[in-house]
């Protein structure tokens, strides 16, 4: 492809974008192809011979985009936001362009550099302790690896990586704790049996007494408590851990406290939403992730750690391929996480942030947190449904209810609802289960959802829901 035939494409591409972003409501949210279908439309062979972009572009509208499910769609409330916006979009074509691998400082200086600057003005804009430093890994689920693992690391005195396990080492999250957590101690050694789901109050937070009580009886024993992942904004209702309480308990055990502030970390960028850090002093690691509710696409999640060193312990290798004479007074990434391949995220987050304004990142998180207070409202008015969970950020957790019925009942006739609001083609929701009831998830967060998008949902919701 030459000059002339990339510039083509590309101004033909990027029209299409833009017309992407201004009618994607007009599409359904969720694709209607059946399992198998966009594999069978696809050649079983690869072409011997280079084809037409004008044909492989035909090809992408013609069988892709019907399987794409439309995750920017202002109609998209279902699991949590993964949100993109124009200056994203437009800082990831400059680094898919430029190519850089920044796995150290030598291989991009300047992605090095910025790393560090956009994370510590996130750590300013979340208002988390001075001298927690960042890093960009790709998921929360990655950065809660590697805070299983550091935390391995300085329970055994760096004996882990050199030895192995020797003996079992406890992690300890709430029962509403992310799945992420269940795989991290897999991977990191720690053994699933070893894993400890403690008990959560009618809030659905944990409780700090059950913690406690679990961390002494694990020590009487014989068992060794290591780390503790709290979290802010739980998947399935957004409940918030007592954060204080619990790092007391971590500091007075000597065990490492993770949290997990994947989804509601963004809106500690609001003044009145800073009192979950409270507590924030004890924090060992950090993490909340742009790519969903900050308007940078995915991936890009923000990992904060009080100890660099010891991050850096626990990851770092030398190979005399790898070493450059600027190591001792720079940044290598690659020891802060498990790639060494790193890509360069850390352009379209400053792109973010200069392009909005701390101001007008603050103003999309707050409108959104009021249009889940109106919907909040709509629910309790309406006598046929109940919340279900207390509403922290912008996640509502309601069901249709109806007396007399049983559980088993009332799971089946949600079920039925969230298929027919969902079959509308105009919304999307999901569900969970709460102390083992079935409720239903009206996640707001996507960045073109307007009260307009919320007021149609509603309408089909409680449209589509049986008399009481």
């Not at 510039?7 to 990027?14: D, H, L, M, S």
């Not at 509710?293 to 890009?300: A, E, G």
């Not at 990434?333 to 360069?344: A, K, P, V, Y």
Request: glycine share 6%; charged share 25%; with cysteine.
């Amino acid at each position: 492809m030459d000059k002339k035939l990339f510039k083509r494409c590309g101004y033909e591409f990027i029209d299409w974008l833009a017309d992407y972003f201004e009618d994607v409501e007009n599409y359904p949210v969720c694709s209607t192809v059946q399992p198998g279908e966009i594999k069978n439309a696809l050649p079983e062979k690869p072409p011997s011979e280079g084809e037409q972009m004008a044909d492989i572009y035909s090809d992408f509208k013609k069988t892709i985009m019907p399987g794409i499910t439309h995750w920017q769609h202002p109609g998209w409330f279902a699991y949590f936001p993964a949100n993109n916006s124009p200056a994203s979009v437009l800082a990831e074509l400059l680094t898919a362009g430029l190519g850089a691998q920044c796995m150290s400082w030598q291989t991009s200086p300047a992605a090095t550099e910025l790393e560090e600057v956009v994370m510590e003005w996130l750590r300013q804009m979340i208002n988390l302790p001075e001298g927690m430093a960042g890093v960009i890994q790709d998921t929360a689920s990655t950065a809660t690896l590697c805070a299983l693992l550091t935390a391995r690391e300085k329970t055994t005195a760096f004996e882990a990586n050199l030895d192995g396990m020797r003996r079992p080492l406890v992690v300890y999250t709430s029962e509403e704790g992310h799945s992420s957590i269940d795989k991290a101690v897999k991977i990191a050694g720690y053994g699933s049996k070893n894993l400890r789901r403690i008990p959560t109050d009618q809030n659905f937070a944990l409780i700090p007494e059950e913690l406690e009580k679990a961390v002494e009886e694990d020590k009487n024993n014989g068992f060794q408590p290591a780390c503790v992942v709290a979290t802010i904004g739980t998947t399935s209702s957004a409940a918030v851990d007592p954060l204080e309480a619990i790092g007391g308990i971590c500091r007075r055990h000597g065990l490492w406290l993770h949290v997990d502030a994947a989804y509601g970390g963004t809106a500690t960028l609001l003044e009145e939403k800073k009192g979950m850090l409270k507590g924030a002093e004890m924090i060992d690691s950090f993490v909340f992730n742009p790519h969903k509710w900050m308007l940078t696409n995915f991936d890009c999640s923000a990992y904060f750690v009080k100890d660099e060193e010891l991050l850096v312990r626990t990851f770092e290798i030398k190979p005399e391929y790898l070493k450059t004479r600027q190591d001792a007074v720079v940044k290598n990434f690659r020891d802060w996480g498990i790639q060494l391949g790193r890509r360069f995220r850390a352009l379209k987050l400053w792109f973010v942030i200069r392009s909005y304004g701390v101001k007008g990142l603050q103003e999309t998180v707050r409108e959104h947190l009021r249009l889940a207070q109106m919907f909040k409202t709509w629910v309790e008015d309406d006598s046929r449904f109940e919340l279900m969970a207390p509403v922290n950020f912008s996640l509502v957790c309601f069901r249709f209810r109806k007396k007399g019925v049983s559980e088993e009942e009332l799971t089946r006739l949600n079920a039925e609802l969230l298929e027919k609001v969902n079959a509308s083609g105009r919304v999307f929701l999901t569900h969970t289960s709460l102390k083992g009831r079935y409720a239903i998830r009206m996640s707001i967060g996507q960045r073109t959802t307007t009260e307009r998008h919320v007021r149609e949902a509603w309408e089909l919701i409680s449209g589509d829901a049986p008399g009481e």
